[in-house]
Nanobody, 122 residues
C-alpha cells in the first residue's frame, strides 16, 4: 500500500516535497515512480528511481527542477520539486514496479498511491 502526501498550494517559483510511504517489508525490491495527471489530460511520467536509488529518470519538463530520491530504511520515496510553474499543477501519484529497470509509462506499474494535489499559482 502506498500513501502519498506533501501536496499543497504554492506560488510559481516555490518548492514542495512530496513523500510516498509504503507499507510492507519489500519496498526495496520495487522501482518507484512519480506520475501526474492534470484535469482533462492523461497521466504522465514525472520521475522514476531504481530499487537501490542509483538510477533515476526524469521527464524533460521537470529535469533540473525536480529530484527523486528514496530511503529504503524508511520505506519512503520523495519528490523534491523546485522552481515550480503553473503547468506543474496536477494530482501527483506514486507507483511501484518490479520490472528490471524503472519504467517511464504508467501501465507497467503494479501498485499506486491515492494521489496528492499540487497547485501552483501564477
Amino acid at each position: 500500500q502506498l500513501q502519498a502526501s506533501g501536496g499543497g498550494l504554492v506560488q510559481a517559483g516555490g518548492s514542495l516535497r512530496l513523500s510516498c510511504a509504503a507499507s510492507g517489508r519489500t519496498f526495496s525490491s520495487y522501482n518507484m515512480g512519480w506520475f501526474r495527471q492534470a484535469p482533462g489530460k492523461e497521466r504522465e511520467f514525472v520521475a522514476a528511481i531504481s530499487r537501490g536509488g542509483r538510477t533515476t529518470y526524469y521527464a524533460d519538463s521537470v529535469k533540473d527542477r525536480f529530484t527523486i530520491s528514496r530511503d529504503n530504511a524508511k520505506n519512503t520515496v520523495y519528490l523534491q520539486m523546485s522552481s515550480l510553474k503553473p503547468e506543474d499543477t496536477a494530482v501527483y501519484y506514486c507507483a511501484a514496479d518490479q520490472r528490471t529497470v524503472p519504467q517511464r509509462t504508467p501501465r507497467p506499474y503494479d501498485y499506486w498511491g491515492q494521489g496528492t494535489q499540487v497547485t501552483v499559482s501564477s
